[in-house]
C-alpha cells in the first residue's frame, strides 16, 4: 500500500539555523512530489512540486527540495529560516497525473523557531 | 482574487443535526475535493469531484454527502452529525491534472457536542 511517512512529529530550530525536513514515500514508481504549508488558523498553501527533470527543485519562501529515487526521499530545506516559517509542513503524494482519488498526505511536521 | 472560499468558519452541532459547509471557487478549477484534518492524521479525502456532475467517495466518505451542480460550488452535507465527525475541514481545488498542486481554503472548525 502507498505510504507517506514523516518521521519527525516535531522539531526547534533557532532563527539563521539550516532546516531540514524529512519525507519518505512508498511507491512502485515515480510519484508527483509535493511539500505544503500551513500556518497556525489557515488552510495549506503549496511550497514546491516535483514531478520529473532536475531532481533538486525551488519553491516559495526560499524552500528548496531534492528528490532521491534511491531513497524514497523528498526532503525539504532551507538555508535560512526566519521566525515567520513557523508552521506545520506536510508532504504530499500523488500515484499519477489523474490519481485524484489517490493523493495521500503525511502526519505533518511541525517547526518551531526560536528567536 | 479570493481562490477558494470557506463558509462558515466556525460551526457547533449538537449529534444528530444536519447542516452544510460551502466550499466556492473563482479560478474556473475543474478537480474539486473535501478533506478533514485530524491531529496526528494529517489531510483523509472525505469527497472528490473531476467536474460538474461528477462525484466520487475518497477514503472516508460515511456520514457525508456532495453534490457539484456548478463548476464554482461544492458543498459538504454532513446528513446527522455525530462526535467522531467533530474536526477541521478543507477544501482544495486544482486544475486538471492534479500535478498541479492543490489550492487549498482557509477551513472550517466544526465541533459536535
Known amino acids: 500500500a502507498q505510504s507517506v511517512t514523516q518521521p519527525d512529529i516535531h522539531i526547534t530550530v533557532s532563527e539563521g539555523a539550516s532546516l531540514e525536513l524529512r519525507c519518505n514515500y512508498s511507491y512502485g514508481a515515480t510519484p508527483y512530489l509535493f511539500w505544503y504549508v500551513q500556518s497556525p488558523g489557515q488552510g495549506l498553501q503549496l511550497l514546491l512540486k516535483y514531478f520529473s527533470g532536475d531532481t533538486l527543485v525551488q519553491g516559495i519562501k526560499g524552500f528548496e527540495a531534492e528528490f532521491k529515487r534511491s531513497q524514497s526521499s523528498f526532503n525539504l530545506r532551507k538555508p535560512s529560516v526566519h521566525w515567520s516559517d513557523a508552521a506545520e509542513y506536510f508532504c504530499a503524494v500523488a500515484p499519477g497525473e489523474t490519481s485524484y482519488d489517490k493523493v495521500i498526505f503525511g502526519p505533518g511536521t511541525s517547526l518551531s523557531v526560536i528567536p | 482574487n479570493a481562490g477558494v472560499t470557506q463558509t462558515p468558519k466556525f460551526q457547533v452541532l449538537k449529534t444528530g443535526q444536519s447542516m452544510t459547509l460551502q466550499c466556492a471557487q473563482d479560478m474556473n478549477h475543474e478537480y474539486m475535493s473535501w478533506y478533514r484534518q485530524d491531529p496526528g492524521m494529517g489531510l483523509r479525502l472525505i469527497h472528490y469531484?473531476?467536474?460538474?456532475?461528477?462525484?466520487d467517495q475518497g477514503e472516508v466518505p460515511n456520514g457525508y454527502n456532495v453534490s457539484r451542480s456548478t463548476t464554482e460550488d461544492f458543498p459538504l452535507r454532513l446528513l446527522s452529525a455525530a462526535p467522531s465527525q467533530t474536526s477541521v475541514y478543507f477544501c482544495?481545488?486544482?486544475?486538471?491534472?492534479?500535478?498541479?498542486?492543490?489550492?487549498f481554503g482557509s477551513g472550517t472548525r466544526l465541533t459536535v457536542v
Open positions: 482544495a481545488s486544482s486544475p486538471v491534472p492534479a500535478s498541479y498542486g492543490y489550492t
Open positions: 469531484s473531476v467536474g460538474a456532475g461528477i462525484t
